[in-house]
Protein backbone atom coordinates (compact mmCIF):
# COMPACT_ATOMS: atom_id res chain seq x y z
CA UNK A 1 0.00 0.00 0.00
CA UNK A 2 1.71 3.14 -0.81
CA UNK A 3 1.56 5.95 1.59
CA UNK A 4 0.15 9.15 1.07
CA UNK A 5 2.16 11.89 2.81
CA UNK A 6 0.91 15.04 3.08
CA UNK A 7 4.05 17.35 2.69
CA UNK A 8 4.03 15.72 -0.83
CA UNK A 9 0.21 16.06 -2.05
CA UNK A 10 0.36 19.67 -3.88
CA UNK A 11 3.44 18.52 -5.63
CA UNK A 12 1.51 14.84 -6.32
CA UNK A 13 -1.55 17.21 -7.36
CA UNK A 14 0.89 19.46 -9.90
CA UNK A 15 2.41 16.68 -11.31
CA UNK A 16 -0.92 14.85 -12.37
CA UNK A 17 -2.17 17.83 -14.05
CA UNK A 18 0.87 17.01 -15.91
CA UNK A 19 1.02 13.47 -16.73
CA UNK A 20 -2.35 11.66 -17.05
CA UNK A 21 -0.78 8.40 -16.34
CA UNK A 22 0.31 9.51 -13.34
CA UNK A 23 -2.93 10.86 -12.65
CA UNK A 24 -4.30 7.93 -13.16
CA UNK A 25 -2.22 6.41 -10.75
CA UNK A 26 -2.22 8.92 -8.02
CA UNK A 27 -5.94 10.42 -8.33
CA UNK A 28 -6.75 7.15 -6.54
CA UNK A 29 -5.14 8.51 -3.49
CA UNK A 30 -5.59 12.01 -3.02
CA UNK A 31 -8.84 13.35 -0.85
CA UNK A 32 -11.36 14.25 -2.23
CA UNK A 33 -10.97 12.14 -5.52
CA UNK A 34 -10.98 8.34 -5.46
CA UNK A 35 -9.90 7.70 -1.55
CA UNK A 36 -9.17 3.74 -2.83
CA UNK A 37 -6.21 1.81 -1.83
CA UNK A 38 -3.78 0.37 -3.81
CA UNK A 39 -6.37 -1.61 -6.39
CA UNK A 40 -8.20 1.04 -6.99
CA UNK A 41 -11.37 -0.98 -6.21
CA UNK A 42 -11.78 -0.82 -2.65
CA UNK A 43 -12.88 2.81 -1.01
CA UNK A 44 -11.32 3.22 2.66
CA UNK A 45 -13.60 3.34 5.25
CA UNK A 46 -17.26 2.65 5.92
CA UNK A 47 -19.68 2.80 8.79
CA UNK A 48 -18.99 0.64 11.61
CA UNK A 49 -20.77 -0.21 15.10
CA UNK A 50 -18.52 -2.05 17.62
CA UNK A 51 -18.16 -2.26 21.57
CA UNK A 52 -15.71 -0.23 23.16
CA UNK A 53 -13.24 -0.86 26.40
CA UNK A 54 -16.26 -0.10 28.32
CA UNK A 55 -18.33 -2.57 27.32
CA UNK A 56 -20.77 0.25 25.17
CA UNK A 57 -21.68 0.33 21.42
CA UNK A 58 -20.02 2.93 19.66
CA UNK A 59 -20.51 3.28 16.20
CA UNK A 60 -18.79 5.93 13.60
CA UNK A 61 -21.31 8.00 13.37
CA UNK A 62 -20.89 8.82 16.90
CA UNK A 63 -17.92 10.49 16.12
CA UNK A 64 -19.62 12.75 13.20
CA UNK A 65 -17.67 15.94 13.84
CA UNK A 66 -14.53 15.18 14.90
CA UNK A 67 -11.87 13.22 12.93
CA UNK A 68 -10.59 9.53 13.79
CA UNK A 69 -7.57 8.47 13.90
CA UNK A 70 -7.73 4.69 13.42
CA UNK A 71 -5.47 2.06 14.32
CA UNK A 72 -5.97 -1.63 13.45
CA UNK A 73 -3.75 -3.94 15.61
CA UNK A 74 -3.99 -6.14 18.91
CA UNK A 75 -2.84 -5.92 22.68
CA UNK A 76 -0.72 -9.03 22.36
CA UNK A 77 1.35 -7.89 19.93
CA UNK A 78 5.03 -7.30 20.73
CA UNK A 79 6.35 -4.68 18.71
CA UNK A 80 4.73 -2.47 15.90
CA UNK A 81 1.07 -1.89 17.43
CA UNK A 82 2.98 -0.43 20.91
CA UNK A 83 4.83 1.53 18.74
CA UNK A 84 2.35 2.63 16.09
CA UNK A 85 0.11 3.36 19.19
CA UNK A 86 2.94 5.44 21.00
CA UNK A 87 3.55 7.77 18.15
CA UNK A 88 -0.01 8.87 17.82
CA UNK A 89 -0.14 9.16 21.41
CA UNK A 90 2.96 11.31 20.94
CA UNK A 91 1.78 13.16 18.33
CA UNK A 92 -1.75 14.21 19.86
CA UNK A 93 -0.22 15.50 23.17
CA UNK A 94 2.09 17.59 20.59
CA UNK A 95 -0.92 19.10 18.87
CA UNK A 96 -1.94 20.70 22.28
CA UNK A 97 -6.03 21.86 22.36
CA UNK A 98 -6.64 21.09 18.86
CA UNK A 99 -6.22 17.56 19.43
CA UNK A 100 -9.48 18.02 20.96
CA UNK A 101 -11.24 17.16 17.80
CA UNK A 102 -9.12 14.04 16.95
CA UNK A 103 -10.21 11.08 18.56
CA UNK A 104 -7.55 7.82 18.67
CA UNK A 105 -9.32 4.47 17.73
CA UNK A 106 -7.67 1.36 18.45
CA UNK A 107 -9.53 -1.64 16.54
CA UNK A 108 -8.44 -5.28 17.43
CA UNK A 109 -7.56 -7.67 14.92
CA UNK A 110 -7.53 -10.38 17.68
CA UNK A 111 -11.54 -10.23 18.96
CA UNK A 112 -11.17 -13.51 20.55
CA UNK A 113 -8.59 -12.14 22.87
CA UNK A 114 -9.05 -8.56 22.79
CA UNK A 115 -12.24 -8.52 25.00
CA UNK A 116 -13.11 -5.17 26.41
CA UNK A 117 -11.70 -5.79 29.66
CA UNK A 118 -8.41 -6.75 28.08
CA UNK A 119 -8.60 -3.53 25.63
CA UNK A 120 -9.55 -1.43 28.82
CA UNK A 121 -5.78 -1.20 30.51
CA UNK A 122 -4.42 -1.68 27.64
CA UNK A 123 -5.50 1.39 25.74
CA UNK A 124 -5.39 3.49 28.81
CA UNK A 125 -1.65 3.07 28.88
CA UNK A 126 -1.23 4.91 25.92
CA UNK A 127 -3.64 7.73 27.43
CA UNK A 128 -6.77 8.79 28.24
CA UNK A 129 -8.04 9.67 24.37
CA UNK A 130 -7.92 6.51 23.50
CA UNK A 131 -10.91 4.16 22.70
CA UNK A 132 -9.96 0.83 21.82
CA UNK A 133 -12.84 -1.33 20.04
CA UNK A 134 -13.71 -4.59 19.63
CA UNK A 135 -16.41 -7.27 18.24
CA UNK A 136 -17.17 -11.00 16.91
CA UNK A 137 -14.40 -11.91 14.40
CA UNK A 138 -17.21 -11.71 11.00
CA UNK A 139 -17.63 -8.01 12.48
CA UNK A 140 -13.50 -7.28 12.84
CA UNK A 141 -13.62 -9.15 9.57
CA UNK A 142 -15.70 -6.80 7.95
CA UNK A 143 -14.72 -3.62 9.12
CA UNK A 144 -11.28 -4.55 8.58
CA UNK A 145 -12.15 -5.07 4.95
CA UNK A 146 -13.54 -1.81 4.71
CA UNK A 147 -10.37 -0.47 5.38
CA UNK A 148 -8.44 -2.81 3.44
CA UNK A 149 -6.86 -3.68 6.26
CA UNK A 150 -5.13 -7.81 5.99
CA UNK A 151 -5.26 -10.14 9.27
CA UNK A 152 -4.30 -13.27 9.80
CA UNK A 153 -3.54 -15.62 12.35
CA UNK A 154 -0.50 -16.90 12.64
CA UNK A 155 0.15 -20.71 15.29
CA UNK A 156 3.21 -20.27 17.26
CA UNK A 157 4.95 -23.15 19.24
CA UNK A 158 3.08 -24.38 22.38
CA UNK A 159 -0.33 -23.49 20.61
CA UNK A 160 -0.08 -19.73 20.88
CA UNK A 161 -0.76 -17.30 18.18
CA UNK A 162 0.47 -14.23 16.87
CA UNK A 163 -1.58 -11.63 14.16
CA UNK A 164 -0.18 -10.97 11.12
CA UNK A 165 -1.41 -7.80 10.15
CA UNK A 166 -1.45 -4.40 7.72
CA UNK A 167 -0.26 -1.49 10.43
CA UNK A 168 -1.60 1.66 8.69
CA UNK A 169 -2.54 4.68 10.26
CA UNK A 170 -6.51 6.10 9.13
CA UNK A 171 -7.01 9.62 9.29
CA UNK A 172 -10.72 10.24 8.66
CA UNK A 173 -12.24 13.40 8.26
CA UNK A 174 -15.68 15.12 10.37
CA UNK A 175 -18.40 13.53 7.69
CA UNK A 176 -16.47 10.22 8.58
CA UNK A 177 -14.88 10.28 5.42
CA UNK A 178 -11.08 9.19 4.30
CA UNK A 179 -8.53 12.15 4.86
CA UNK A 180 -5.13 10.27 4.13
CA UNK A 181 -3.22 7.41 5.63
CA UNK A 182 0.45 6.63 6.87
CA UNK A 183 2.38 2.94 6.87
CA UNK A 184 5.29 3.86 8.36
CA UNK A 185 5.27 4.58 12.24
CA UNK A 186 9.44 5.82 11.67
CA UNK A 187 7.62 9.32 10.13
CA UNK A 188 7.95 10.03 13.73
CA UNK A 189 5.18 12.21 16.42
CA UNK A 190 6.68 15.93 15.15
CA UNK A 191 6.11 15.23 11.76
CA UNK A 192 2.93 12.93 12.48
CA UNK A 193 1.94 15.99 14.81
CA UNK A 194 2.89 18.64 11.76
CA UNK A 195 0.83 16.72 9.57
CA UNK A 196 -2.07 16.83 11.27
CA UNK A 197 -1.92 19.89 12.33
CA UNK A 198 -2.37 20.62 8.14
CA UNK A 199 -5.17 18.88 7.64
CA UNK A 200 -7.23 19.00 10.34
NI1 LIG B 1 0.82 -5.35 15.67
Same mark, same amino acid.
Given at each position: ??????????????????????????????????????????????????????? /???????????????????????????????????????????? @????????????????? /?????????????????? /??????????????????? @??? @????????????????????????????????????????????
Amino acid at each position: MRRLSFVLLPAALIAALIGGYFLWHLSDNLPGLGRTVETGTARVGGPFTLIDQNG /ARRSSADFRGRYMLIYFGYSSCPDVCPTTLSLMADALDKLGPRA @EKIVPLFITIDPERDTP /AKLKPYVASFGPRFIGLT /ADLATIKKVAGLYGVYLKK @EPL @EGGNYAMDHTSVIYLMGPDGKFVGYWDDSAIGPDKLAAELRKVT
